[in-house]
């Protein structure tokens, strides 16, 4: 029995995250990302900020993401990349309702590393996530693209309808309902995400950004603001009253 490490080998913690051979089978990816980048998750959200302070009496929220290819860290089985429109419950930082894209990055034999990208839906109080569901990406994946997902209260509960819109005549596909949240309002939000570390990209932009009222009215947004930024190298930067988009940068909120 041998035991070769990889001259790219990185370890954390005394475990190594090298190729490993045994038996003459691979039983490890190559060439992957340091643990502690694929740990670190960093996050950019940008809301709606009217006056003096957050917007927290909207019943929905919509917002056009572009479609976008982004570099990822080679980070086997995991979320490397996520976009989303995004509800604040009740304007409280931490309870949140989200539909959007994401990035999972694996590794197979004989194909290497690669990325598929989905749909998802997620809820969660006080910064544990609740539930939610995923699935294929349902639009076409051309970069540059812009697709629509959209938030809505079901009136009366604290239900959630979450949605996409392809943009090419279909109209709107329900991807999932959200039940039972604990809010059935909060703050208009657009968040961009990753996990791998500052080689990888953070490109998002967000437009056409809209609020739902009580009365089932869509409105524009009137002061997109930056609510929260620890990314290392990258910011958010405003282009109007409905749509921002994220740069290279070290400014945060």
């Given at each position: 029995?041998?035991?070769?490490?990889?001259?790219?080998?990185?370890?954390?913690?005394?475990?190594?995250?090298?190729?490993?051979?045994?038996?003459?089978?691979?039983?490890?990816?190559?060439?992957?990302?340091?643990?502690?980048?694929?740990?670190?998750?960093?996050?950019?959200?940008?809301?709606?900020?009217?006056?003096?302070?957050?917007?927290?009496?909207?019943?929905?929220?919509?917002?056009?993401?572009?479609?976008?290819?982004?570099?990822?860290?080679?980070?086997?089985?995991?979320?490397?990349?996520?976009?989303?429109?995004?509800?604040?419950?009740?304007?409280?930082?931490?309870?949140?309702?989200?539909?959007?894209?994401?990035?999972?990055?694996?590794?197979?034999?004989?194909?290497?590393?690669?990325?598929?990208?989905?749909?998802?839906?997620?809820?969660?109080?006080?910064?544990?996530?609740?539930?939610?569901?995923?699935?294929?990406?349902?639009?076409?994946?051309?970069?540059?693209?812009?697709?629509?997902?959209?938030?809505?209260?079901?009136?009366?509960?604290?239900?959630?309808?979450?949605?996409?819109?392809?943009?090419?005549?279909?109209?709107?596909?329900?991807?999932?309902?959200?039940?039972?949240?604990?809010?059935?309002?909060?703050?208009?939000?657009?968040?961009?995400?990753?996990?791998?570390?500052?080689?990888?990209?953070?490109?998002?932009?967000?437009?056409?950004?809209?609020?739902?009222?009580?009365?089932?009215?869509w409105n524009d947004w009137v002061d997109p603001t930056c609510r929260f930024d620890d990314a290392s190298n990258w910011q958010g930067v405003r282009d109007s009253a409905t749509e921002y988009h994220t740069a290279k940068g070290d400014d945060d909120c």
């Amino acid at each position: 029995m041998s035991t070769e490490r990889g001259a790219r080998e990185r370890t954390r913690l005394g475990t190594s995250l090298a190729l490993i051979v045994f038996l003459g089978v691979w039983i490890g990816p190559p060439d992957s990302a340091w643990a502690a980048d694929c740990d670190l998750k960093e996050q950019i959200f940008w809301a709606d900020e009217p006056g003096a302070g957050w917007r927290t009496d909207a019943y929905g929220t919509m917002d056009d993401i572009r479609f976008t290819t982004r570099d990822t860290a080679n980070c086997d089985g995991t979320m490397t990349a996520w976009s989303t429109a995004h509800i604040t419950g009740g304007g409280r930082w931490g309870d949140w309702v989200e539909v959007g894209w994401r990035v999972i990055t694996r590794w197979a034999p004989r194909i290497g590393w690669y990325d598929t990208y989905e749909w998802f839906s997620e809820w969660g109080v006080n910064f544990r996530s609740q539930g939610g569901r995923h699935g294929p990406y349902p639009c076409a994946q051309e970069a540059g693209s812009f697709h629509r997902w959209r938030v809505t209260n079901r009136p009366g509960t604290n239900d959630w309808n979450v949605y996409v819109n392809c943009l090419t005549g279909e109209g709107y596909v329900l991807l999932d309902t959200l039940t039972d949240t604990g809010h059935h309002r909060g703050t208009p939000t657009g968040e961009t995400g990753r996990r791998g570390g500052t080689d990888t990209g953070m490109s998002d932009r967000h437009r056409h950004l809209k609020w739902k009222d009580s009365a089932g009215g869509w409105n524009d947004w009137v002061d997109p603001t930056c609510r929260f930024d620890d990314a290392s190298n990258w910011q958010g930067v405003r282009d109007s009253a409905t749509e921002y988009h994220t740069a290279k940068g070290d400014d945060d909120c």
